[in-house]
C-alpha cells in the first residue's frame, strides 16, 4: 500500500548570505519535535514545530530584524497551498515561501526583483540601519496602534480608575506614542523610535498607565 504523503515545498531567504535554501517537507518529517531548514552557509537556519493543537508553528529568520519571527498557521495552509508567502510585518520583504515548488520558484524570483529595486545602491545593512532609525516611519505607529486598539478592547489597559472606568486617548507624537487617561490623568509614553521596538510591543499583554 502506497501512502499519498501530504507535502509541500519550504524555503526562506537567509539574513546572512542572502540565499534562499529550499526543501521538500513532508508531514512524516513533522512527525518528530521539530524539523529544520538550515541554509549552506551554515549562519541561519528555518524551524518548523507541531502545537499541541495541530497548528504548524515557523520560527523565520528576518532578512532586515535583528530576531526572527514566529508564525502560527494550520496545516491545511501549510500542505494544501498552491504559494502562500510570509513578509516581515515591519518591513513587507517578503522572508518565507510555502507551497507547490513551481509556485515557490516564481515567488522568490518575484520577491528577488522587488528587493533590488527596494534597495537601489543600497545594502542589506544600509537598509537594517535606516529601519532602525527613521523616527517617522508610519508603519510603526501603525503597529503600536493596533496593539494598544487591542488591549483596549480586551479591558487590558489599567490605570488609576476602578477597572473599567478608564477613558483612554493616544497622541502620535514624533518618536512615541502617548497613551492618557482622560478621567485621572494617568499616562504612559510608548518609544516608536525603531521598527524593533514596535515589533517588541507585539508581544505586550497588557499596559499600566501611572
Known amino acids: 500500500m502506497i501512502l499519498d504523503q501530504k507535502k509541500t515545498t519550504l524555503a526562506y531567504r ?3 548570505c542572502g540565499g534562499v535554501p529550499t526543501s521538500m517537507v513532508g508531514a512524516f518529517s513533522l512527525s518528530g519535535d ?3 531548514l538550515k541554509c549552506t552557509c551554515g549562519e541561519s537556519h528555518l524551524v518548523v514545530e507541531k502545537t499541541l493543537d495541530d497548528k504548524i508553528r515557523l520560527t523565520v529568520p528576518c532578512l532586515v530584524c535583528p530576531s526572527p519571527h514566529t508564525y502560527v498557521i494550520s496545516k491545511n495552509v501549510f500542505f494544501g497551498s498552491d504559494i502562500f ?3 516581515c510585518s515591519l518591513c513587507g520583504i517578503d522572508i518565507c ?3 507547490k515548488e513551481s509556485e515557490v520558484s516564481s515567488s522568490v524570483a518575484r520577491s528577488n526583483e522587488e528587493i533590488i529595486k527596494l534597495l537601489g545602491d543600497a545594502s542589506i545593512e544600509q537598509l537594517k540601519s535606516k529601519k ?3 523616527l517617522t516611519d ?3 505607529f501603525d503597529i503600536i496602534t493596533y496593539v494598544l ?3 483596549h478592547a480586551e479591558g487590558k489597559i489599567y490605570c488609576r480608575c476602578p477597572e473599567g472606568h478608564g477613558d483612554y486617548i493616544s497622541t502620535i507624537l514624533d518618536d512615541s506614542v502617548l497613551v492618557e487617561c482622560k478621567n ?3 499616562k504612559l509614553s510608548i518609544e516608536a523610535g525603531s521598527t524593533q521596538r514596535a515589533h517588541d510591543f507585539l508581544e505586550a499583554t497588557e499596559l499600566r498607565l501611572k
Do not use: H, N, R
Request: glycine share 8%; net charge negative.
Open 97 to 99: 515561501f510555502i507551497g
Open 85 to 87: 508567502v510570509i513578509p
Open 34 to 36: 521539530l524539523f529544520k
Open 138 to 140: 508610519p508603519m510603526v
Open 149 to 151: 486598539s487591542d488591549l
Open 14 to 16: 537567509c539574513p546572512a
Open 184 to 186: 485621572c490623568g494617568a
Open 132 to 134: 532602525e532609525t527613521d
